[in-house]
DNA sequence: CAGTTTGTTCGGTACGCTCCGAATGAACGA
DNA sequence: TCGTTCATTCGGAGCGTACCGAACAAACTG
């Protein structure tokens, strides 16, 4: 009764993992994956994953390997010497978001960043529209470039506390 | 010669927001229109941005009905009382990301942050390990969703200085 | 050395999304 | 009233993605 309970919660923070999944531009069996090995105490194997998921054995596998390039999960080779690879879940939502900000959302912001800077380099400083927009578009982005940046170095409780405290 | 150079580094910076249409969910036919209507000083109707484009007629509808949606553009609608309905660019990029970041991640917070809450007031709590998982889930994401709730509150340039001065 | 287990890769299917063209529906001007 | 110009809607083509099953490669087990 107590397990079933415990199941039963367990199932639904996955399947609210599976939607965040879809949010954040993965697909839902990263997000079902993701979830079962957050849960689970000792790493899990691709058969593993297979059994409680149901999904097949090539999703797994390359699921997997995605979710392991992005830092969600971590594979621990080889224990016993086995060749059996094991995944155990990385369990600091906050890291996994930080990655997942630095690898999309600051790297877009730089390459815009830079395409605005040079297509400001190359026009005439002269008062047309584009001049001033173009440089409204800069300012903003230098802003979030700066911010974005400074983010990856915060806790999330630390970031909590420096909006909160500050007065303006 | 100058017009061309000015043509070119409008087109840049258009390129460059289909791009970023991309990384954030839109369609690239959204992130070249908007582009146009940003580097537009009047408002353009849907036959005037058919014929910057190049898009479809229908396609410039749908698009541009998201767009109005989502707070990225708006919809001038009957100037002189004519049928014709006119778009404009809402410039100010710090918004727009604003109104993204509530209506998609901070709804995603919520909406996971509850289903936490749920999981976790149905179980006993005992120290099964998943108790101690999901109140860990728990308190990042009541970070978390008062991040997101605070960053809407703040300008760009406000929010680097908070975090610029923030001392640990 | 077979036979088994494990992990990756490859081709294929199903589905959703983007965009187009045509049809439909309104409003305007003669 | 009729033709024209706009805007929306609908069906469909093209394309990418998620997932599956089968084939394959590599390592352990007897």
Do not use: C, H
């Given at each position: 009764?107590?397990?079933?309970?415990?199941?039963?919660?367990?199932?639904?923070?996955?399947?609210?993992?599976?939607?965040?999944?879809?949010?954040?531009?993965?697909?839902?069996?990263?997000?079902?994956?993701?979830?079962?090995?957050?849960?689970?105490?000792?790493?899990?194997?691709?058969?593993?994953?297979?059994?409680?998921?149901?999904?097949?054995?090539?999703?797994?596998?390359?699921?997997?390997?995605?979710?392991?390039?992005?830092?969600?999960?971590?594979?621990?080779?080889?224990?016993?010497?086995?060749?059996?690879?094991?995944?155990?879940?990385?369990?600091?939502?906050?890291?996994?978001?930080?990655?997942?900000?630095?690898?999309?959302?600051?790297?877009?912001?730089?390459?815009?960043?830079?395409?605005?800077?040079?297509?400001q380099a190359q026009l005439p400083d002269g008062n047309e529209p584009e001049t001033e927009q173009i440089e409204e578009l800069r300012a903003t982005y230098e802003d979030l470039e700066e911010v974005v940046s400074l983010v990856s170095e915060f806790t999330a409780a630390e970031l909590r506390d420096a909006l909160e405290s500050?007065?303006?």
């Amino acid at each position: 009764m107590s397990e079933e309970d415990r199941a039963a919660a367990r199932e639904r923070v996955i399947e609210s993992m599976e939607q965040s999944a879809e949010v954040y531009g993965l697909s839902r069996s990263a997000g079902r994956i993701y979830g079962v090995l957050y849960f689970s105490e000792e790493p899990l194997s691709i058969p593993d994953l297979v059994d409680e998921t149901g999904y097949a054995k090539s999703t797994i596998s390359n699921v997997t390997r995605t979710l392991t390039r992005i830092g969600m999960v971590r594979r621990r080779s080889s224990d016993g010497g086995g060749r059996r690879v094991r995944y155990t879940a990385v369990r600091e939502i906050w890291f996994i978001l930080q990655d997942v900000f630095q690898q999309y959302v600051q790297r877009e912001i730089q390459t815009t960043l830079r395409t605005i800077q040079r297509a400001q380099a190359q026009l005439p400083d002269g008062n047309e529209p584009e001049t001033e927009q173009i440089e409204e578009l800069r300012a903003t982005y230098e802003d979030l470039e700066e911010v974005v940046s400074l983010v990856s170095e915060f806790t999330a409780a630390e970031l909590r506390d420096a909006l909160e405290s500050y007065d303006r």
